[in-house]
């Protein structure tokens, strides 16, 4: 496997069950990423995750619970999800230099469509 | 806090053709600029990204933006699209440490 992958790619789920999404980078890079990417609407970041500590939480609610157990994983847990969560999200990675100027590399996401 | 707005959410161009990406950013500060671009299914990809020096910055698969801070804007640029140009087109900004604001992108459908 190279680059960033995601599993699984589709999901669907009732706004009572319990699941999770998982992201495995292969480049090596120190920090990771969520976005949730909804249609004809500018990426949202929601958690950043830097030597495996969180540096970012974008005001997401509670039901989203991110894990990074080291710097080649991290997982979204997802639970009493609501209808309008229905979204592609996305898992990046970056090599953590200057921050600012870094290229972030995506997985090919997770489509959840909550029922 | 920045902000980008890229002005055409749908562009349809022919094979061959020119084809251009408006972008345009809102930031009290100075900025570094990306485009990603996301082929059907797929991820986003960095096609290319200002951070400073040369105003016109060439990325991959032929593409190319210039950065224009007096007007705000850094638009995408390719002399000849292909078939495989169809994709959606991301402009983003960041101007402060791991944080990329994204636009709301847009959809190049390339026709024969």
């Known amino acids: 496997e190279t680059g960033v992958t995601q599993t699984p790619r589709h999901l669907v789920m009732g706004m009572t069950n319990k699941k999770s999404l998982k992201c495995e980078q292969h480049l090596g890079h120190n920090a990771m990423y969520w976005y949730k990417q909804s249609a004809k609407k500018p990426l949202e970041l929601m958690f950043v995750?830097?030597?495996?500590?969180?540096?970012e939480n974008n005001s997401v609610p509670s039901r989203f619970s991110p894990e990074c157990p080291n710097s080649s994983h991290l997982f979204l847990h997802l639970h009493t999800l609501q209808p309008e969560d229905s979204a592609l999200y996305l898992c990046?990675?970056?090599?953590?230099?200057?921050?600012?100027?870094?290229?972030?590399?995506f997985g090919p996401g997770t489509r959840l469509t909550v029922l | 806090a920045q902000s980008v707005t890229q002005l055409d959410s749908q562009v349809p161009v022919f094979e061959e053709a020119p084809v251009e990406l408006r972008c345009n950013y809102s930031?009290?500060?100075?900025?570094?600029l990306f485009w990603y671009v996301q082929y059907p299914n797929q991820g986003l990809q960095l096609l290319l990204k200002?951070?400073?020096?040369?105003?016109l910055v060439k990325g991959i698969n032929g593409f190319e933006a210039e950065f224009n801070k007096s007007q705000t804007s850094f638009h995408l640029r390719k002399p000849s699209v292909h078939i495989s140009d169809t994709a959606e087109y991301f402009c983003?900004?960041?101007?402060?440490?791991?944080?990329?604001?994204f636009g709301a992108g847009t959809t190049v459908t390339v026709r024969a």
């Open positions: 983003a900004v960041s101007d402060s440490d791991y944080k990329l604001s």
């Open positions: 930031s009290s500060v100075s900025v570094y």
């Open positions: 990046a990675s970056s090599q953590r230099t200057s921050g600012s100027t870094d290229t972030q590399y």
């Open positions: 200002y951070l400073s020096g040369s105003t």
């Open positions: 995750y830097s030597l495996e500590e969180r540096v």
